[in-house]
C-alpha cells in the first residue's frame, strides 16, 4: 500500500477519536463560538429528602452550564457520600439505605472541582412528621418533604399541628400547588393524630393539605 494510502487512514482515525469519543463532560460550544464550561450540578430530588432503611432512592445529576444549558450527568460524574454506615451510593446514583442517621451524597465532575451535594436522612421506618406552622407553609411543611419507599410499604403521617388532610393532587408545583385531586391514591379525612396509606405500585405521589386549595406539598417516591 502506498504512504498516502496509510496518511489518509491516520487522519480518519484521529477524526473518529476526537469527533465521534468526545470527552463527555467537555465545554460545549456556544453560538458565538466561545466554549461554555460547567458551573454547577444540582442533585435531585433535593428537598428534604428521605430513604428507609433497606430501601433505595434513584438520584439524578443535572450540569448547569456557562450559556444557560443543562444536561443530565448522572452517569458522569463520579459519585460519593459521607457516612456508608448510613446508606452506600452506587455510581449510577442509585442510594441504599443501611441504617438510621444522616449522610450527605456527592455528585462530582470527573475533573473534580465542580460538584453538588444532598442531604439524606435514612429512616427506621417510613413514617412523616407534619411540622409546626405547617398551614402557612407550601413546602418544607413535612419532614422528610421527599419520601423514598419500596413497593407495599405502609407510610404513616404523624400531625401534631391542628388538623390537616393528606391528599393527592396531580401537579408538584405552584404555591398552593393546584391540580386535581386523584381519589384513591392518597385520600385522607381531616386528622390530627396519625394516617397511613399502603403504596402498592411504582410511581411518583405528590400530595397537599386540601385545606387552603392544597397547600403543604411534598412527595412519597415507591420503587
Known sequence: MTNRFWVSLSIGLLLFMFGCG??????TNTDDGSAATLTGIT??????????????????ATGSFSDGTTADMTAQVLWGITS??????ASDGIVTGVASGTTT??????SGT??????????ASAEISI??????KCENAHSPATLFVPVGTQVTWTNT??????????????????GNTIIGEINSSFFSGTFSNIF???GTFHYACQIGSHTMRATVIVE
Not at 22 to 27: I, Q, V
Not at 84 to 89: C, G, K, L, P, Q
Not at 131 to 136: K, Q, V, Y
Open 22 to 27: 468526545g470527552d463527555a463532560n467537555a465545554p
Open 43 to 60: 442533585i435531585t430530588p433535593n428537598n428534604d429528602v428521605g430513604l428507609i432503611a433497606g430501601g433505595t432512592a434513584h438520584l439524578k
Open 84 to 89: 456508608t454506615s448510613s446508606a452506600t451510593v
Open 105 to 110: 451524597i456527592t455528585a462530582t465532575d470527573i
Open 114 to 123: 465542580v460538584s453538588g451535594n444532598l442531604a439524606l436522612t435514612v429512616l
Open 131 to 136: 411540622l409546626s406552622g405547617a398551614a402557612s
Open 161 to 178: 399541628d391542628g388538623t390537616h388532610t393528606v391528599t393527592s393532587t396531580n401537579n408538584s408545583s405552584g404555591c398552593p400547588p393546584g
Open 200 to 202: 402498592n405500585s411504582a
